[in-house]
């Protein structure tokens, strides 16, 4: 399944970063493929004949139920963890194969792995080190992941969402092409959250290719251009954000004093309804002409009413329940 | 190569872990070797002979068996803290040749345990060697000798770090890695030297006892009674080839596992 490029035009702010992708190389083609990719753990089948293909420049939800089988994708995309059988390929290669642009492939998967007693700037010397890159590049990746001043903090006294941070940076060291963030707004405080939200829009307005698991979904849904859902180590799907969205249903919200019984005269014409504190309902299936009618056939008083577009988080919860998920 | 060694000399330079394991095992060195000279000759307990004579005064230049076990240790750390500190994803990512990594791994803890080996035979020479002048006593060693055992203890600290990274790349789990070596070297080679008799001395930590000098003073670990030492170039072989042969183990199933 390849969708790439479908994405720009529609998205105003889209258009002017993925125009900066041609630097990056040939947009038609792939920068990850994943291929009829199988993992089992013993008599647990964690990914199940998955496949997707993620173009140049495109940023990339991808979300899924706890258990279904991201990480165990992203690190088999990252030659951490052996494939039962299929291939997981970056730029048309297995990662160990990379050679000198393996550091153009930046990678956030364990945050919380960093020896608790060396210091944030020596933990990315080795990093450095290790990819065979210049100790400059330690002071910037301090700087774009905002831990200038912590350099010399021992890791150990961290906080999670500091250290989520350190992963970030540790991802940037290569300055690289393509980004793989596994969960990166896990421990992160509200502030860290809106930190992160920039931190991503940033990523993609340098029109690198971002793939990130989250379950983050608003996050997602205001950086991502397109969205992967996998469930059960399958793929459900892989579309736009826009076309997701739109297939999110919308639901109508009413605040009233009788909310309990408004919601057993919607539901018993077939609406699922949701009671949202003491006097709101979230009302999926009739359109809101159909739910005053009902309220004033009722004499159920109504101080608000309105519609409310479908969200990520809906949409998210629509295709895996579809897929047979509760 | 030239990155995964300067990553691995710079984890190893960064932390206290390297310091902490030089500066115990110099002190368990101290402790033995001041216990043994202070009651050398007196005839009590488990008390070596006399400084003046050459057995005493090479029981207590060669107290640095439990330094070459602290070297073990230190490989062991290198390997095992990987996974301990959840640190081997980075590793693996940023260096996915996991053969060389563990051949890095296995250099620099060398270098390392070298360092180890250079501090215990200092402190148990400096030990020695003091408390016979103190006491009036000639040099009851040839010179040859005490460089010979302390060339050992520095061969061997450097040579039982480099299996502890092997020994640790495959068992994995830090704690249970360390009581492992713990107890081959003071069970299981006790037991199987005391049996098998020639065979015994082929026996890495009793190989690297020997070419440290370690006879059966009052220092622990001991070697095996006996064991017919093997001579330094056959034991610096041997226990070369039990570090290469448990690196290239380690090697082989490392890059089969999977690291989550």
Known sequence: MRIGQETDGENGGRDERLGSVTSLGDEDVAVIEVSQLIKRFGAVTAVDELSFEIGSGVVTGFLGPNGAGKTTTLRMLLGLVRPTSGQAMIWGKRYAELGSRRPKVGALLEASGVHPGRTVRDHLRVRCAALGLPRSRVDAALEAAGMSKLAARRAGNLSLGERQRLGLAGALLGDPEVLILDEPGNGLDPAGVSWLRGFLRQLAAEGRTVLVSSHMLAEVAQTADEVIVIDGGRLISHAPVRQLLAGAREVVVVRTPKAVELREALEAEGASVQLIGADRLEIGGPTLEQVATLAAARRLPVFEIGRQAGSLEEAFLQVTSAAGRP | ?260
């Open chain 2, 1 to 260: 190569m030239r990155n995964a060694l300067r990553a691995e000399f710079l984890k190893t330079r960064t932390t206290r872990t390297t310091a902490a394991l030089i500066g115990l095992a110099a002190a368990l060195t101290a402790l033995i070797a001041t216990i043994e000279a202070a009651t050398a000759g007196s005839g009590s307990g488990m008390a070596i002979p006399s400084l003046a004579t050459a057995a005493g005064l090479r029981d207590a230049l060669t107290s640095t068996g439990f330094a070459l076990l602290v070297a073990a240790v230190l490989g062991i750390t290198s390997a095992c803290g990987e996974f301990r500190l959840k640190t081997a994803t980075d590793t693996y990512l940023d260096q996915p040749d996991r053969s060389r990594v563990l051949a890095a791994k296995a250099i620099v803890a060398a270098a390392a345990g070298l360092v180890i080996g250079l501090a215990a035979t200092a402190t148990a020479t400096g030990i020695a060697l003091g408390f016979a002048a103190a006491k009036g006593y000639p040099l009851a060693l040839p010179a040859g000798s005490i460089v010979r055992f302390a060339a050992g203890a520095v061969v061997g600290s450097a040579l039982l770090a480099a299996a502890g990274v092997g020994a640790g790349a495959l068992i994995r789990h830090q704690v249970a890695a360390i009581i492992t070596v713990f107890t081959w070297a003071f069970v299981i080679e006790l037991i199987i030297g005391g049996t098998a008799g020639t065979a015994g001395a082929f026996l890495p930590y009793t190989a690297a006892a020997t070419m440290a000098g370690v006879a059966s003073g009052g220092g622990m670990p001991q070697v095996p009674r006996g064991v017919d030492p093997l001579p330094f170039a056959a034991a610096t072989g041997v226990l070369f080839g039990v570090a290469v042969l448990l690196s290239a183990v380690a090697a082989l199933t490392t890059a089969r596992r999977d690291i989550s």
